[in-house]
Antibody
Framework: EVQLVESGGGLVKPGGSLRLSCAAS????????MNWVRQAPGKGLEWVGR??????????DYAAAVKGRFSISRDDPQDTLYLQMNSLKAEDTAVYYC??????????WGQGTLVTVSS | SYVVTQPPSMSVAPGETATITCGGN??????VHWYQQKPGQAPVMVIF???DRPSGIPERFSGSNSGNMATLTISRVEAGDEADYYC??????????FGGGTKLTVL
């Protein structure tokens, strides 16, 4: 059974940093392209970024709203995905989901972790 | 950048058919994926590549995509189908693009 479990969310002040983790199991993590998607309170889904597999160079892509502030990485031996968030703004407040890529879609999602940016 | 448009809401009576649309310029040339999100839960993929169903998704869920419109159809709607539904495409410049979501209310 595929499982994705996010952690690391919490309250952070504007301008601060936070690192989210996503522990994966039930599939060959090292072969998967992994994504982060966020959802602001009461709003729709917003893609944050993606990291390709090691065999595809671990290339990363980001949404314009977070490019230069957020960074995605992975630890394949630990089956863990990370999202490093710097220079956080109030508009980054959201539930952050990790999601497994399936070609151009997202076939499995974690339950999410809430990040609140507020003074 | 590419934009996909969904109606914000729709309602349907139990047992009827719900048709949720996702509009975009020549969207028929792209693969469209659909997700269901119930309150307080993570999204679940219900249709991939226009019309394929992941394992475990009821046959009542179907999809199509042609021209400027993709459609998610839910037949014999049940109370448990009440949720937000999002379409998603991939674009070479913006990568993963979601529609704004459609809130389906079962009357």
């Amino acid at each position: 059974e595929v499982q994705l479990v996010e952690s690391g969310g919490g309250l952070v002040k504007p301008g601060g940093s936070l690192r989210l983790s996503c522990a994966a199991s039930g599939f060959t993590f090292s072969n998967a392209w992994m994504n982060w998607v966020r959802q602001a309170p009461g709003k729709g889904l917003e893609w944050v970024g993606r990291i390709k597999s090691k065999s595809d160079g671990e290339a990363t892509d980001y949404a314009a709203a977070v490019k230069g502030r957020f960074s995605i990485s992975r630890d394949d031996p630990q089956d863990t995905l990370y999202l490093q968030m710097n220079s956080l703004k109030a508009e980054d407040t959201a539930v952050y989901y990790c999601a497994k890529g399936y070609s151009s879609g997202l076939d499995y999602w974690g339950q999410g972790t809430l990040v609140t940016v507020s003074s | 950048s590419y934009v996909v448009t969904q109606p914000p809401s729709m309602s349907v009576a139990p047992g009827e058919t719900a048709t949720i649309t996702c509009g975009g310029n020549n969207i028929g040339s792209r693969g469209v994926h659909w997700y269901q999100q119930k309150p307080g839960q993570a999204p679940v993929m219900v249709i991939f590549y226009d019309s394929d169903r992941p394992s475990g998704i009821p046959e009542r869920f179907s999809g199509s995509n042609s021209g400027n419109m993709a459609t998610l159809t839910i037949s014999r709607v049940e109370a448990g189908d009440e949720a937000d539904y999002y379409c998603q495409v991939w674009d070479s410049s913006s990568l993963v693009i979601f529609g704004g979501g459609t809130k389906l209310t079962v009357l």
